[in-house]
């Protein structure tokens, strides 16, 4: 027995020892680059990771991405498409790639995870965007947020996601379509069209601007906020969700509003003739401002 316990003790001193070189081995920084974009960095938090692509975007009118869990980031170029992955993971077997294909006129973008992968500490997808691109971006997310301030007038965006957040801010936007179990959805452009679903996640819309267009929201427990420049014929159907309507002063308004529970709050100016508002709710309260 005696025999049996040393043998263990040294046993586990011995993978002590074994874990302390690797952490120290680890623990020394080495960075290194290899042709076609492609660098990477090894320190305590991981390796560091990063690629890059640059894309023409003549002939280019829909920019499609996709990724799982990397956050999206996007700024601004000079000409053409800049994309740039940086990442984290625990060895070369574990990191993602990138890749950039063009077909007809659209460009798809895809942050690619290996078949076999432990864990990603961290990864960032970062799309530097001309000011005069003015097609369509598409974006599929699971878990990564979306984010970007940028001054681009677009034909459309359509961005769904599965629990990351979104939080962009463009010129103008002709068409606006979101969709989201849980994650928030903050849109501040001059928008013309909407259309938005989310389970749980609040959707908050500014500046719908076309008298014209039609706006509709469909949550079950999510906040809804939209704000308009030009108030048009919306559609909000909302389980427990509070709704939260900022139009112009005076605008007139007619107003459907059908609830279990929920009531009907602010300053409204009701005309049969109005603008089209139609809010059904079981339990959430609607507000104008």
């Known amino acids: 027995m005696k025999n049996k316990t040393i043998i263990i003790i040294v046993l586990i001193s011995l993978g002590v020892f074994i874990l302390f070189g690797v952490l120290a081995g680890i623990g020394f920084a080495r960075v290194a680059s290899v042709p076609g974009g492609f660098s990477y960095n090894i320190d305590g938090n991981g390796i560091a990771y990063s690629e890059n692509e640059h894309s023409d975007l003549t002939d280019v009118d829909v920019i499609d991405i996709t990724v799982v869990s990397s956050d999206v980031t996007f700024t601004e170029s000079e000409s053409g498409l800049d994309a740039v992955l940086d990442m984290r993971a625990w060895s070369e077997k574990e990191k993602l790639t990138l890749s950039v294909e063009k077909a007809a006129d659209t460009l798809?973008?895809?942050?690619?995870?290996?078949?076999?992968?432990?864990?990603?500490?961290?990864?960032?997808?970062?799309?530097?965007?001309?000011?005069?691109?003015?097609?369509?971006?598409?974006?599929?997310?699971?878990?990564g947020d979306v984010r970007g301030n940028m001054t681009n007038s677009l034909d459309g965006l359509a961005v769904r996601t599965v629990s990351g957040d979104t939080d962009l801010s463009f010129k103008s936007v002709d068409n606006v379509k979101l969709g989201s179990t849980s994650g928030t959805f903050r849109i501040d452009s001059n928008i013309k069209e909407l259309e938005a679903d989310s389970t749980s996640g609040e959707i908050v819309v500014q500046n719908l601007v076309s008298s014209d267009a039609k706006a509709s929201v469909k949550t079950v427990s999510g906040r809804v906020s939209l704000s308009y420049v030009n108030a048009c014929e919306t559609t909000v159907n909302t389980t427990s969700g509070d709704v939260q309507i900022s139009v112009p002063q005076n605008t007139p308004l007619k107003v459907l509003f059908s609830s279990a529970s929920g009531n009907m709050h602010g300053d409204v100016n009701i005309n049969k003739d109005g603008v089209l508002f139609d809010v059904k709710t079981v339990s959430g309260d609607l507000s104008f401002d």
């Open 108 to 143: 798809y973008i895809e942050v690619e995870h290996p078949a076999v992968s432990i864990s990603t500490v961290w990864s960032s997808l970062s799309l530097a965007l001309p000011k005069d691109f003015d097609g369509e971006i598409i974006v599929h997310s699971t878990s």
